[in-house]
C-alpha cells in the first residue's frame, strides 16, 4: 500500500518561505514521478510543480523563480521550496505520485494535504 504524508504547511507572512515535504511509503519511490497540487477556496485543484524519476522538474508559470522541487531517493521524499510567498498562493498543497517514471496521465496516489496561508 502506497501512502503519501504531506508536512511544512501553515502560516505566513507575504514574502515569506515554507517548506513543504511528502513522505512515501510502499512502492518504489525512486522509479515514479511526483507532483505537488494546489487547491485555493472555490479554484479547481491546479499542478504547481512536478519532478521526473531522474530530476527532471516542471513548474506552473506562477510559481515558476519562486518555487523549487526537489527530491531525496534515499529518504523516500519529496520536497517543495516556497520563496517570496504570495497571498495567492494561499491553499491546500497535495503531494501525488504518478505511476511511471514521468508525469504522464494522471496521479494513483495523493496525500491528504497540507495547508499554505499567506497573509498579506
Known amino acids: 500500500q502506497v501512502q503519501l504524508v504531506e508536512s511544512g504547511g501553515g502560516l505566513v507572512q507575504a514574502g515569506g518561505s515554507l517548506r513543504l515535504s511528502c513522505a512515501v511509503s510502499?512502492?518504489?519511490?525512486?522509479?515514479?514521478?511526483m507532483g505537488w497540487y494546489r487547491q485555493a477556496p472555490g479554484k479547481e485543484r491546479e499542478l504547481v510543480a512536478g519532478?521526473?524519476?531522474?530530476?527532471?522538474?516542471n513548474y506552473a508559470a506562477s510559481v515558476k523563480g519562486r518555487f523549487t522541487i526537489s527530491r531525496d531517493n534515499a529518504k523516500n521524499t519529496v520536497y517543495l521550496q516556497l520563496n517570496s510567498l504570495k497571498p495567492e498562493d494561499t491553499g491546500a498543497y497535495y503531494c501525488?505520485?504518478?505511476?511511471?517514471?514521468?508525469?504522464?496521465?494522471?496521479?494513483?496516489?495523493w496525500g491528504q494535504g497540507t495547508q499554505v496561508t499567506v497573509s498579506s
Open positions: 501525488a505520485r504518478y505511476p511511471g517514471g514521468a508525469q504522464v496521465g494522471a496521479a494513483d496516489y
Open positions: 510502499g512502492g518504489i519511490f525512486s522509479g515514479n514521478a
Open positions: 519532478i521526473s524519476h531522474g530530476g527532471i522538474t
